[in-house]
């Protein structure tokens, strides 16, 4: 992504994307894919949200757009701390579900 400016530029081509339905298709394409990908990695722990791997993408996209307004922080840093975090809530909270009320 690179710094603040190179990551701004990249919004100026995302305008662009969604204004192409075949770009927004594709997109979409990527989308579905990835959430796969991503709910795969849970699939062995109980008590995960049927849509975890959009969660976990909305996430990822979400912390882009939060570091963008304050970038003190190098931005892959940022992401993998903000994932990580994410994570241990998730996984923390489906544990407390599967173990039932106390």
Same mark, same amino acid.
């Given at each position: !992504?690179? @710094?603040?400016?190179? !990551?701004?530029?990249?919004?100026?081509?995302?305008?662009? @994307?969604?204004? @192409?339905?075949?770009?927004?298709?594709?997109?979409?394409?990527?989308?579905?894919?990835?959430?796969?990908?991503?709910?795969?990695?849970?699939?062995?722990?109980? #008590?995960? /949200?049927? @849509?975890? =791997?959009?969660?976990?993408?909305?996430?990822?996209? #979400?912390?882009?757009?939060?570091?963008?307004? =304050? /970038?003190?922080?190098?931005? +892959?840093? !940022?992401?993998?701390?903000?994932?990580?975090?994410?994570?241990?809530?998730? +996984?923390? +909270?489906?544990?407390? +579900?599967?173990?039932? /009320?106390?």
């Amino acid at each position: !992504y690179g @710094d603040i400016e190179s !990551y701004a530029e990249g919004l100026l081509v995302l305008r662009e @994307d969604l204004r @192409d339905p075949v770009l927004r298709a594709r997109g979409a394409a990527w989308k579905a894919a990835l959430s796969k990908v991503l709910a795969d990695c849970f699939a062995g722990i109980p #008590g995960m /949200p049927q @849509d975890i =791997g959009l969660l976990m993408a909305s996430h990822w996209q #979400g912390s882009l757009l939060w570091w963008s307004f =304050g /970038p003190e922080m190098e931005l +892959t840093a !940022y992401v993998e701390h903000s994932l990580k975090r994410f994570v241990a809530a998730i +996984t923390a +909270t489906s544990a407390r +579900t599967a173990a039932g /009320p106390m």
